[in-house]
């Protein structure tokens, strides 16, 4: 259940509850692509930088190490040791990313695994299967994601086969919500708005889903390459069409600007690997913009990576000790880039919960924006 609490303009302040815990919106969900945050981040490290939502993919759990195996040791909450929400993806996206790999029809998506090559086959049924095995907080439903560059005709006969299987999705999921051997019996279905960058098409399609009377609505389709006034624009058609009263998410995206931007637009829920990629290769989010801990300037910079900060990184350790980290092509390094990312995110979320409570996120934005974009500290 959706509750809204505050709204400061078209920002919304809410709460949602599920079966693993209360979720407080807008929230950042941090990318755990294979049950895990790459760079060696554990569940303890997740609880300790405020995490609330774990997600999850599908695709590569059902490929590796199997959704039947983590069903048989009780379910992803039990396999990876984490008792917040979690949600999982549907395997959609893989229909895009895998594009020389797969064959798409009426029935769902011919794959062959990007591991072995063995051949797969994934509808919407079979997506539920696997994330009703899974056992995750939320699912998505099984949809394309078509490139942005596709004719009209394409997106349109897309966007109404994503329709049809957002509707077998749903049957699927109660189906499998009332199976006895059926680990979570409250698991979420939400439902994905597409039409890549004609608000025409994503409006119709956005009326349609809408009256499915689903748990949650995602925007998917952007930032797979169209410019941020593309994504902004459709943001800001779209999400009026979207039941107010519900969570809606917009789903790989993206940086702190873009963040910001959709939760002025409207936006409760956000996932990105940036986070966690850009602190693999020593790029760390601060509030006077991004930094590469490689520059050589860092050297004898015996400065946390940012005043005031309260991430393990920041907490304890120097600038130039983490260069040398990652120079030295040591995990810690990395590791501790992550956390510090991981934790600006999720700090930033709290910050933008409070100034939409306190009806001052106008200002908040404007103000993070600003030091965001000044760039680099010297």
């Given at each position: ?357 306190e009806e001052r996120f106008d200002a908040y934005k404007k103000q993070k924006l600003d030091g965001m974009e000044r760039g680099e500290e010297i």
């Open positions: 259940m959706y509750q809204l609490i505050k709204k400061d303009g078209s920002a919304k302040r809410g709460r949602f509850h599920t079966v693993h815990g209360v979720i407080e919106t807008p929230v950042f969900m941090n990318v755990g692509t294979a049950a895990a945050i790459k760079g060696a981040v554990s569940t303890d490290d997740l609880q300790n930088i405020k995490t609330q939502v774990q997600l999850s993919n599908t695709y590569h759990l059902h490929v590796r190490p199997g959704d039947e195996v983590v069903k048989k040791l009780g379910g992803l909450h039990k396999f990876m040791t984490w008792d917040k929400p979690i949600l999982t993806d549907s395997g959609g996206f893989q229909v895009f990313s895998l594009a020389g790999l797969r064959k798409i029809k009426e029935e769902g998506v011919y794959f062959h695994s990007h591991i072995d090559g063995r051949k797969i086959f994934m509808g919407p049924e079979q997506s539920m299967q696997i994330q009703s095995n899974l056992a995750s907080t939320i699912a998505m439903a099984f949809d394309e994601c078509p490139s942005s560059v596709a004719s009209t005709e394409y997106i349109q006969a897309s966007v109404d086969r994503t329709t049809r299987w957002l509707e077998r999705c749903k049957t699927e999921m109660a189906r499998l919500n009332g199976l006895p051997d059926t680990i979570n019996q409250n698991q979420m279905l939400f439902g994905i708005n597409q039409g890549a960058i004609y608000e025409d098409i994503r409006i119709e399609h956005a009326k349609r889903i809408a009256d499915m009377d689903l748990d949650g609505y995602a925007i998917g389709g952007l930032a797979v390459g169209e410019s941020h006034e593309d994504m902004y624009r459709i943001i800001e058609a779209v999400v009026p069409y979207l039941p107010e009263e519900k969570p809606t998410y917009l789903m790989g995206v993206g940086t702190p600007a873009n963040i910001l931007e959709a939760v002025e637009r409207g936006v409760d829920f956000f996932d990105c690997v940036y986070p966690s990629r850009n602190g693999r290769h020593g790029h760390v989010y601060t509030n006077h913009g991004k930094m590469n801990l490689f520059n050589a300037k860092f050297e004898l910079d015996d400065r946390t990576i940012e005043e005031g900060c309260g991430c393990p990184a920041c907490r304890s350790y120097s600038r130039a000790y983490i260069r040398h980290l990652l120079k030295a092509k040591e995990m810690l390094g990395m590791r501790l880039c992550v956390l510090h990312n991981l934790y600006f995110y999720n700090h930033m979320m709290e910050e933008i919960r409070s100034a939409i409570e």
